[in-house]
T-cell receptor, first 110, second 115 residues
Framework: KNEVEQSPQNLTAQEGEFITINCSYSVGISALHWLQQHPGGGIVSLFMLSSGKKKHGRLIATINIQEKHSSLHITASHPRDSAVYICAVALGAGSYQLTFGKGTKLSVIP | NAGVTQTPKFRILKIGQSMTLQCAQDMNHNYMYWYRQDPGMGLKLIYYSVGAGITDKGEVPNGYNVSRSTTEYFPLRLELAAPSQTSVYFC??????????????FGPGTRLTVL
């Protein structure tokens, strides 16, 4: 069974700080997703990656397939980044299911 | 595009009642999913569909049924509601070719309480 572990569970940062959220998984995967869940409950997809690194604005996602580990970085954090960040993995080719981590709750204080 | 829409937003059911959670997408996505999110837990897949007329069970299908007669709609049916089905339900969709899953687009969620 694939397990997805995120750390930390909760994170409080000052505005402007560099933030890192980690995700580890236990079996081989075909892709990893990072999602953001807003305080109101809505969920949006941030990244989908299977190797290397992706960048979108102040967000950067990296993945190391050999180490079964991914990180989500937020540069120059802002209070509007406050949300729950969720890591999810897709198993090998032919799997239609995502396994989700429990999320990391980020609070950015002005 | 409206994206993925869900109705209702909130619902309270009594034990033993039935209801249908509605989900629609206007992006012509072939894949659709139903998830539930319980406090402190990760999202769990209930059912999914890879196209009209094709559905399959996810990780937690007991107590639920689905149908997909068209590309756009993917309703989730709860029969004989139980307190254990109190949760937030999310519908999602994606466009996938072959074996590669693409990013998923989520609806706003339905908060269901069974008393």
């Amino acid at each position: 069974k694939n397990e997805v572990e995120q750390s930390p569970q909760n994170l409080t940062a000052q505005e402007g700080e560099f933030i890192t959220i980690n995700c580890s998984y236990s079996v081989g995967i075909s892709a990893l997703h990072w999602l953001q869940q807003h305080p109101g409950g809505g969920i949006v997809s941030l990244f989908m990656l299977s190797s290397g690194k992706k960048k979108h604005g102040r967000l950067i996602a990296t993945i190391n397939i050999q180490e079964k580990h991914s990180s989500l970085h937020i540069t120059a954090s802002h209070p509007r980044d406050s949300a729950v960040y969720i890591c999810a993995v897709a198993l090998g080719a032919g799997s239609y299911q995502l396994t989700f981590g429990k999320g990391t709750k980020l609070s950015v204080i002005p | 595009n409206a994206g993925v829409t869900q109705t209702p937003k909130f619902r309270i059911l009594k034990i033993g009642q039935s209801m249908t959670l509605q989900c629609a997408q206007d992006m012509n996505h072939n894949y659709m999913y139903w998830y539930r999110q319980d406090p402190g837990m990760g999202l769990k897949l209930i059912y999914y569909s890879v196209g009209a007329g094709i559905t399959d069970k996810g990780e937690v299908p007991n107590g639920y049924n689905v149908s997909r007669s068209t590309t756009e709609y993917f309703p989730l049916r709860l029969e004989l509601a139980a307190p254990s089905q109190t949760s937030v339900y999310f519908c999602a969709s994606s466009y996938s070719k072959g074996y590669d899953l693409d990013e998923q687009f989520f609806g706003p969620g339905t908060r269901l309480t069974v008393l």
